[in-house]
């Protein structure tokens, strides 16, 4: 899970960063004001790659994308853009649980039947 949800995160990383550029053209906002908000959020994002699979990391990514469809009042893509990177951030949790409930049962499964690693070197 955690590598599919990091992938979604660099990428909203960018997203935000771009849509900061945009909201820089806004004559009613200052540099101060957009730059605190996209910059808070850009760093969000890599803070959660550390953080997804730690209590409470898979919400506080939840919160991090309603923030970015909430973005699209300043930003009108974000709004779509918003959209697609929830709908991922539901596909890389999805997945990326059904990924490691699949790895955790094959490591079981190995295990018991007392095979060898098999990509570790061999001894001899």
Same mark, same amino acid.
């Given at each position: 899970?955690?590598?599919?949800?990091?992938?979604?995160?660099?990428?909203?990383?960018? $997203? @935000?960063?771009?849509?900061?550029?945009?909201? =820089?053209?806004?004559?009613?906002?200052?540099?101060? /004001?957009? #730059?605190?908000? *996209?910059?808070?959020?850009?760093?969000?994002?890599?803070?959660?790659?550390?953080?997804?699979?730690?209590?409470?990391?898979?919400?506080?990514?939840?919160?991090?994308?309603?923030?970015? $469809? @909430?973005?699209?009042?300043?930003?009108?893509? =974000?709004?779509?853009?918003?959209?697609?990177?929830? /709908?991922? #951030?539901?596909? *890389?949790?999805?997945?990326?649980?059904?990924?490691?409930?699949?790895?955790?049962?094959?490591?079981?499964?190995?295990?018991?039947?007392?095979?060898?690693?098999?990509?570790?070197?061999?001894?001899?």
């Amino acid at each position: 899970m955690r590598t599919l949800c990091s992938s979604t995160l660099i990428g909203e990383f960018f $997203i @935000v960063g771009f849509a900061g550029l945009v909201a =820089m053209k806004d004559p009613d906002l200052s540099m101060t /004001a957009v #730059w605190s908000v *996209s910059g808070s959020l850009m760093l969000l994002c890599l803070l959660l790659c550390g953080l997804v699979t730690r209590p409470g990391g898979v919400a506080l990514g939840w919160v991090l994308q309603a923030a970015l $469809i @909430v973005s699209g009042f300043v930003v009108p893509m =974000m709004f779509f853009l918003g959209a697609v990177f929830a /709908a991922l #951030w539901w596909a *890389s949790v999805h997945y990326g649980r059904k990924v490691d409930e699949a790895k955790a049962r094959f490591a079981a499964q190995a295990a018991g039947s007392g095979e060898a690693n098999p990509s570790s070197p061999d001894p001899a």
